[in-house]
């Protein structure tokens, strides 16, 4: 199901309900771009966390999908509601964010039919959760400070002086000579109201700018009026309603105004509400980057240190599965049941869909996807990676419970799938992955740029001491010393060969390398 502006207040509930009713929820999101910088981001679990970290603060989420899986225990049957939900961020004459799009990314979401049209006028509105805590705290505050400052012995003037301190004054000369004159008609309008016993004035124009003047002009010189204005008429025409008020009256309004605000306020968040204190299972497929674009966009930023960055991707999502960190670590001859081409999304699906168990169905009102093939797609792409999740659980161990308290559970949970690193997963929960030692690894850069593996080898041989070299460009490499013990030799016979061949190159401790490469990215 599209999930756009225009039914997201229909279904924002029924979407909330859905997750927390579920028993787990899969998800996948499309994204503006994927990586902002390349350098060596997949030399070490910390590069691959600062490269998605930057990426993450560049690029933005275009759809998210959501499905939930429910289960019917009474006849041990499955099913799902896939949400296509297009996210655009919200903006404001205040904000003059800026969004980023990687052309390579683009033509990749023109190739597989995305509705650009769509996401700009339709998109669902966000702001992180992160942003909204910060408003509706400023909100809170305000009210607050407005209550004492109403305590004190104040004249109305003073009051909107203090509500309004920094209300720009515009001078009459920015107005022009028609403006001028229905200024003048306005003016007098409202000045002969004042003088009489009516309640309540309205009146209407046409100019914008000139709604911007009459805007500032009551603020600043009648404060003792409360007013609205409102465009009507398919926007051609602006209403102003204009009612005289006690000092009591225009007190309790401001502070009515101000809880109207702060009761409103979760519309800001719009899909960033989904993921408010979300305490479910949570789903993807190589779901690394998604799950920085979840956290990024509808939470927070992430801190720059690893360790740290890990602890709060649990505090938001403590039950993370990667579905091809599954396909990746089980036992190959299990999964050979399923006839497993590859661990792409795609491939899995077609692979998984001869296996009758479990039964998964699609609920009323979702059935757009039964008889259509929407790759790449969020929506589609989330309901395809539970239904994966479903059918390699079932292969790997048959009727399955599902509970993430479960040993066969455990063996996944919180661990996310890495590609083309020297570490082939992140573990959320442990740091032993990260725990190495870096002394007897070495970059070497400024290399002749027709080097291979042979000239690497031939170069930098030693008797007896086996390196490992890996190319980061056509004239960088780094290389490891298979034995800690034997850096001192390899140091040492570097040296000498670099000076008695006044060879070029440059060599220093991979740490060292890797140190600049996150600040690089920092």
């Known amino acids: 199901m599209n999930i756009t502006e225009d ?15 579920s028993e787990f929820v899969a998800v996948d999101t499309e994204m503006t771009g994927l990586h902002y910088k390349s350098l060596g981001r997949f030399l070490s679990q910390e590069m691959v966390y600062a490269s998605h970290r930057l990426s993450t603060s560049k690029f ?64 669902v509105h966000f702001q992180s959760i992160d942003k909204w805590n910060k408003k509706t705290q400023s909100i809170r505050e305000e009210i607050k400070e407005l209550k004492e400052k109403f305590k004190k012995d104040i004249n109305i003037k003073e009051i909107a002086f203090a509500l309004n301190p920094r209300r720009q004054y515009i001078p009459i000369e920015r107005l022009n000579e028609e403006q001028k004159k229905e200024f003048e008609r306005v003016n007098k309008l409202v000045t002969e109201w004042l003088k009489n016993e009516e309640k309540d004035l309205e009146f209407t124009i046409k100019d914008r700018f000139l709604r911007w003047f009459l805007i500032n002009h009551f603020y600043r010189t009648i404060p003792e009026i409360y007013f609205q204005n409102n465009y009507i008429e398919n926007n051609t025409l602006i209403k102003f309603e204009l009612r005289k008020v006690t000092e009591e009256e225009f007190k309790e309004i401001q502070i009515k105004s101000l809880e109207r605000r702060l009761e409103q306020s979760k519309d800001m968040l719009g899909v960033s509400e989904l993921f408010l204190n979300f305490n479910k299972i949570l789903v993807g497929h190589n779901c690394f980057l998604d799950v920085f674009h979840l956290i990024s966009s509808f939470v927070g930023p992430l801190p720059k ?36 081409n590859s661990t792409g999304l795609g491939t899995l699906f077609t692979d998984t869909q001869d296996h009758e168990l479990p039964k ?33 659980l079932q292969v790997i161990k ?45 970059h070497i850069s400024n290399l002749p740029r027709n080097w291979r593996n042979k000239d690497i080898r031939k170069e930098f041989q030693i008797q007896g001491i086996h390196t490992k070299p890996r190319f980061l460009s056509k004239n960088s490499v780094i290389l490891t010393i298979a034995k800690e013990k034997d850096k001192n030799i390899f140091i040492e016979n570097f040296i000498k060969k670099k000076n008695n061949q006044n060879a070029t190159y440059v060599i220093k401790y991979f740490k060292s390398y890797l140190q600049e490469c996150i600040d690089f990215f920092n």
């Open 7 to 21: 039914n997201w207040y229909q279904y924002k509930d029924q979407i909330i309900t859905d997750i927390q009713e």
């Open 60 to 123: 933005s989420v275009t759809q998210l999908g959501v499905c939930p899986f429910f289960l019917d225990k009474k006849t041990n049957t499955w099913s799902c509601k896939p949400y296509n939900i297009y996210c655009f961020p919200s903006h404001s004459a205040q904000d003059r964010s800026i969004l980023s799009f990687e052309v390579g990314s683009y033509a990749f979401l023109s190739k597989h039919n995305f509705d650009f049209n769509t996401w700009i006028k339709k998109g």
């Open 305 to 340: 240190d690893f360790s740290e960055g890990k602890k709060k991707m649990l505090e938001i999502f403590p039950n993370i599965f990667d579905t091809k960190l599954i396909t990746e670590i089980t036992d190959q001859s299990i999964l050979g049941k399923i006839g497993k």
């Open 398 to 442: 048959p009727n399955f419970n599902f509970n993430i308290k479960e040993e066969l559970l455990l063996e996944y949970k919180n661990t996310i799938n890495l590609i083309n690193c020297d570490y082939k997963l992140i573990n959320l929960e442990s740091d032993e992955e990260v725990i190495r030692n870096l002394d007897a690894k070495f």
């Open 360 to 392: 998964i169905k699609f609920e009323e009102e979702f059935t757009s996807y039964v008889s259509s093939n929407s790759c790449h797609e969020a929506g589609y792409d989330a309901y395809m990676t539970g239904f994966i999740l479903l059918k390699l």
